[in-house]
């Protein structure tokens, strides 16, 4: 991956698949949950990488001249070699986070007929799959410069790691023609 539209392109792929792992998860673990909700709520993630205009930030209170996806993509590759490095980093993640943190607020505030209950499902189902997905992408230790554990092996929670290691087994199958090839 070369360019900031291939990165783009890479993000946008890493989305889809964190919508079909998530969909398919909480078809066989959790099958008392909407649906069509979870797939809105999915389709939420990494919201804050997808942000093409600053007129769309305000409502964030985002103060930064780049776009975060600019900032973050400053990082492609490579880890942090300085503390100065590292600190910028750790201030996009911020940023990025607070962001989505925020996103998924305004979806549960719109949809107040979910109990914490099932917000925590949604949260648990969107954290593995977006692990998973970091875990067995080829393309996420070129992203973050560094070989990449099996989410089933980073995660601690028991509970987590469970259903990490079942959506692993399941991986290429539901990720089929999801993969990363070079923008032409």
Do not use: C
Request: glycine fraction near 4%.
């Amino acid at each position: 991956m070369r360019t900031f539209l291939e990165f783009q392109h890479h993000i946008e792929l890493h989305r889809e698949r964190v919508i079909k792992l998530g969909l398919t998860l909480a078809q066989h673990q959790f099958p008392r949950l909407h649906r069509g909700i979870l797939a809105d709520f999915l389709a939420l993630h990494d919201f804050s990488k997808t942000i093409v205009s600053r007129s769309q930030l305000p409502q964030f209170n985002y103060s930064h001249r780049d776009l975060p996806v600019q900032r973050l993509y400053t990082f492609y590759g490579r880890t942090p070699k300085t503390e100065s490095e590292m600190q910028r980093l750790m201030d996009i993640i911020t940023d990025i986070n607070d962001i989505d943190k925020k996103v998924g607020e305004d979806f549960f505030a719109k949809h107040p007929q979910l109990s914490w209950g099932v917000q925590e499902d949604f949260y648990t189902i969107e954290r593995v799959a977006d692990l998973v997905d970091r875990s067995l992408d080829p393309m996420a230790a070129e992203e973050f410069g560094h070989s990449m554990l099996l989410a089933s092996e980073y995660i601690d929670d028991p509970y987590m790691s469970r259903l990490s290691l079942w959506l692993e087994s399941h991986y290429p199958q539901i990720t089929k023609n999801l993969s990363f090839s070079t923008v032409s």
